[in-house]
């Protein structure tokens, strides 16, 4: 097994996990406000000093590139620039949605159901959504079907899917299925999940297995939004 670092910053926690041979992965994963820079560093070092292990003999560092916190996604872009530039280490960037998607299939729930298609929709903010639709394999793994979308509640694709996870849920509810011929009592939902290190590094293992990896000058956020703020003319038209 590959010893990979892998962080997320681009939600409200600060996540860390190292992936160690024959043993559960090192993991710090914490809710945070704007304290994600001052944690980050020194978890890193942490999880490293517990593993026994030089930052200069990982295989690669994985990074969750968004969509998410503008901000937060920056920060863990940077601080992998500079780890992986000092060091000459190949980068595996991560899309969060993906990591979210790899978490959800290992959870109780989504074995329970064992739905063959499934969507992760996750808050956006500004009254919209990120979202992706899946498939899961024979082999446990999902795989996203097309790109990952921007787009308001209501006009989420939820067509022969047979399984809905993410904080969209919590967030916008019913709206999520507006004029469709579902509802919310009538698939399975997980609301709860968020991003994590360890569905970065989830991701990562099999990218890294695919020879996946980059260069760390090609690493950068993954903006799906390209306008992240309103005009007050925008603003004042949105309240009529």
Not at 78 to 102: E, F, M, R, W
Not at 126 to 137: G, N
């Amino acid at each position: 097994m590959a010893s990979i670092l892998a962080i997320d910053t681009s939600s409200a926690w600060c996540s860390v996990a190292l992936s160690l041979h024959g043993h559960e992965p090192i993991f710090r994963h914490q809710a945070v406000t704007a304290g994600a820079s001052q944690l980050l560093l020194p978890w890193i070092e942490e999880v490293l000093a517990e593993a026994k292990l030089d930052l200069s003999l990982l295989d690669a560092i994985a990074v969750g590139i968004g969509p998410g916190a503008f901000t937060g996604v920056r920060l863990g872009v940077a601080a992998v620039q500079g780890l992986a530039i000092s060091h000459d280490i190949p980068v595996i960037p991560v899309a969060s949605i993906d990591a979210i998607a790899a978490q959800v299939v290992q959870t109780p729930s989504f074995k329970e159901h064992c739905p063959r298609y499934f969507v992760v929709a996750i808050d956006a903010r500004m009254d919209e959504i990120y979202w992706s639709k899946y498939e899961l394999l024979q082999e446990g793994l999902p795989i996203r079907l097309g790109n990952i979308h921007l787009s308001k509640p209501e006009d989420i694709d939820l067509n022969d899917i047979d399984y809905l996870a993410g904080s969209a849920v919590n967030e916008f509810g019913e709206r999520l299925f507006q004029g469709k011929d579902l509802s919310l009592e009538m698939i399975p939902i997980d609301a709860g999940i968020s991003v994590s290190a360890l569905g970065v590094l989830d991701c990562a293992m099999r990218l890294y297995q695919e020879n996946r990896c980059c260069d760390v000058r090609e690493l950068e956020p993954l903006y799906i939004r390209n306008k992240v703020a309103l005009t007050t003319a925008e603003r004042l038209e949105a309240f009529k």
